[in-house]
């Protein structure tokens, strides 16, 4: 299989959905805790920073980021369909309260964002007719509506969150153009960032850290990757030598990594590559080759990259040192298919041999 295609299947099934019971869009959390789980499908929550094992009523936990306090997922609690709800895990006390309900029939919600203020989530069906992106203030647990809700001529992509802001790709269904939008989740100021030449699935990724945006584009048969600074509204364009990149991650506001990939339309040749570039030294750096198939690829807090690929059995670490992107060996965690690694915090899924899922939650990332 080619990489865009792995490529698009994991970005899809990672992209969807939360929503607001009325009550907590009121700016009212419930309290309500969630009863102890008798089925053994469920799942349980390692958290090894507290040393404490619970089993929680989900079938299955799609999307979660988290920190020191509270762990934010989207769940499946007898849905008809997908995820029907998010909650919030209390570290402490080891309690779930459901703190957002679908609004669709058959759910799937997914796409969670969080940092010290805002939390930030998808709301759409299993078919994904409708992305209804919604924003919480932590400290006064008021929920809002990101954009105008159930737009028939318009899909705003999976937001992520940037500081006080909020930035998303909004595309027009009937003209095929998009957009980069920005919004102040203060002040309510949305602007537009800049129109995408060619917008493709390549180009529904962004990234952002430090004050800054990355997003990419193609045009004259090359890959572009743009960098938007927040606060200045400066926006700096740079050249790819490859036509096809995708998932441009920033490790910093001066330094990221991406991938590139065989021409989609053509026999794939196994040979994608994860390039790293120093904005700052000007410098590319074709760190792996030969890539055939990629399942994820992924950035901490301490500026680590992870890539699951050509069907390892493990991730592949690399780290930064004198300016080049250098490997770290491979984080040897069994039955290790996805993680988040934000605010402090890692969180992994990990199947077990009898089928069952653990939740692990930890400060440090150990084989």
């Known amino acids: 299989m080619k990489i865009i295609e792995r490529t698009i299947i994991l970005s899809c099934a990672a992209i969807f ?23 053994s499908n469920y799942y349980q929550i390692i958290d090894k920073d507290f040393n404490k094992t619970v089993d929680v009523p989900f079938t299955d936990i799609t999307s979660y980021k988290g920190n020191a306090d509270y762990i934010y997922m989207s769940v499946d609690q007898e849905s008809p369909s997908l995820d ?43 078919n994904g007719g409708y992305l209804n992106p919604y924003f919480m203030n932590l400290k006064t647990q008021e929920i809002q509506p990101l954009t105008k809700e159930n737009e028939e001529n318009v899909i705003n992509y999976f937001p992520i969150l940037i500081g006080d802001y909020a930035t998303w790709i909004k595309k027009d269904r009937k003209s095929e153009k998009a957009e980069v939008m920005l919004k102040n989740l203060k002040t309510d100021e949305t602007i537009s960032i800049i129109n995408s030449n060619s917008f493709t699935f390549r180009n529904m990724s962004l990234s952002a850290k430090d004050g800054k945006i990355l997003f990419t584009d193609e045009k004259d048969h090359f890959g572009y990757l743009y960098l938007y600074d927040v606060k200045s509204k400066e926006i700096k364009e740079f050249k790819s030598s490859y036509e096809f990149i995708d ?10 990594v991406y991938l590139t990939f065989d021409d989609p339309s053509e026999p794939s040749t196994g040979d994608g590559k994860l390039i790293f570039y120093d904005a700052s030294t000007n410098h590319t750096q074709e760190v792996v080759s030969d890539i055939d198939s990629v399942s994820d690829l992924n950035t901490d807090f301490n500026n680590q990259i992870f890539l699951y690929f050509n069907e390892n059995e493990y991730y592949k670490k690399f780290m930064i040192k004198d300016h080049l992107l250098v490997e770290d060996g491979w984080l040897e965690i069994p039955n290790f298919y996805r993680f988040s690694a934000e605010n402090g915090v890692y969180i992994h899924d990990q199947e077990l041999p009898n089928g069952k899922y653990n939740l692990v939650i930890q400060s440090k990332l150990t084989n």
């Not at 419930?30 to 089925?39: A, C, D, E, V």
């Not at 895990?89 to 203020?117: A, H």
């Open 17 to 39: 959905l939360f929503i607001v019971f009325k009550a907590v869009y009121n700016g009212v959390l419930s309290n309500r805790s969630l009863i102890k789980p008798q089925s």
């Open 247 to 256: 998932r441009a991650r920033l490790l910093n506001d001066r330094q990221w």
């Open 84 to 126: 029907n709800k998010i909650v919030q895990y209390n570290r402490k006390t080891q309690k779930c309260t459901t703190i957002f309900n679908s609004k669709f029939k058959l759910p799937s919600v997914q796409g969670i964002e969080l940092n010290d203020n805002w939390l930030l989530w998808v709301d759409t069906d299993e």
